[in-house]
């Protein structure tokens, strides 16, 4: 069966940087509707377009096409005084609110001379990404995952 819209589509990915190295890797299978409003990047979702369980695409994507440029606005430096106890460590995640009150999640991301760091980009903003994706399976998806999925269940 081929990936096409409305498929239920189940893949495991890893991301390289330009060296080759691994950032993150998924041997978890995870799932999506293909032609769905899903959360994957639409060059990849292109990339998989008519394949079949067992093959494999590589795409790559510069930032724009992937994580977005890394924004400094979104980064803040401050006196580690300033900064509760709790949260004064590498990798520690601070919940702010921006100026419309929506919840933002900042990850300390450098302690240095008595300052720490907070950022709230995507740990890959900014970087070239390169994806490999194992097809592991293709079938019909039902009428609920449809429905989850936002995707029109005329093309079926």
Do not use: W
Request: charged fraction near 25%; include cysteine; proline fraction near 5%.
């Amino acid at each position: 069966m081929k990936i096409q819209a409305n498929k239920m589509v189940t893949l495991t990915y890893s991301i390289l940087d330009d060296a080759g190295l691994v950032l993150e890797q998924n041997d978890v299978p995870v799932s999506y509707v293909h032609g769905g409003h899903s959360d994957l990047f639409e060059k990849i979702e292109r990339a998989l377009e008519g394949k079949t369980a067992g093959d494999a695409v590589d795409v790559t994507l510069p930032p724009a096409e992937g994580f977005g440029e890394h924004d400094s606005s979104l980064t803040f430096t401050d006196d580690i005084d300033n900064v509760p106890p709790e949260f004064r460590r590498l990798g520690a995640e601070v919940e702010m609110q921006n100026a419309q009150g929506e919840p933002r999640t900042f990850v300390v991301t450098k302690i240095e001379n008595g300052r720490l760091t907070v950022d709230c980009n995507h740990p890959f903003a900014g970087k070239t990404v390169h994806f490999h994706v194992e097809v592991m399976s293709v079938r019909d998806a039902t009428a609920d995952e449809l429905r989850q999925a936002g995707a029109n269940p005329n093309l079926h």
